[in-house]
Nanobody, 120 residues
Framework: QVQVVESGGGLVQPGGSLRLSCSAS????????MHWYRQAPGKQRELVAT???????NYDDSVKGRFFIGRDNAKNWVYLQMDDLKPEDTAVYFC??????????????WGQGTQVTVSS
């Protein structure tokens, strides 16, 4: 089973920055698609950013230009750099590892979440 652990959340003022970190176990990390999701109270979990095994990235419109996702396959590590944070970014952020399987499907493994609070 793939173990996923994220960290780096905290309390930040509007306009501030945070960097979230995520590690995922497994010798096949370079094949994983990695995603950051977030879930605010009373709202559905939403996809924030993706970095595919090809290194292609995608972002939700709400964070484009402010958030940046990257990975280091040698370290089994992915990050989410969050700049110009807004109160609307307040949520629990989850790292997700999408692990391709030989039959063509994939399995998803989730971290425990890390709280990001943006407030004055």
């Amino acid at each position: 089973q793939v173990q996923v652990v994220e960290s780096g959340g905290g309390l930040v003022q509007p306009g501030g920055s945070l960097r979230l970190s995520c590690s995922a176990s497994g010798g096949g990390f370079s094949l994983y698609h990695m995603h950051w999701y977030r879930q605010a109270p009373g709202k559905q979990r939403e996809l924030v950013a993706t970095i595919r095994n090809s290194a292609i990235t995608n972002y939700d419109d709400s964070v484009k230009g402010r958030f940046f996702i990257g990975r280091d396959n040698a370290k089994n590590w992915v990050y989410l750099q969050m700049d110009d944070l807004k109160p609307e970014d307040t949520a629990v952020y989850f790292c997700n590892a999408e692990v391709p399987r030989s039959w063509g499907g994939s399995d998803d493994f989730w971290g425990q979440g890390t709280q990001v609070t943006v407030s004055s």
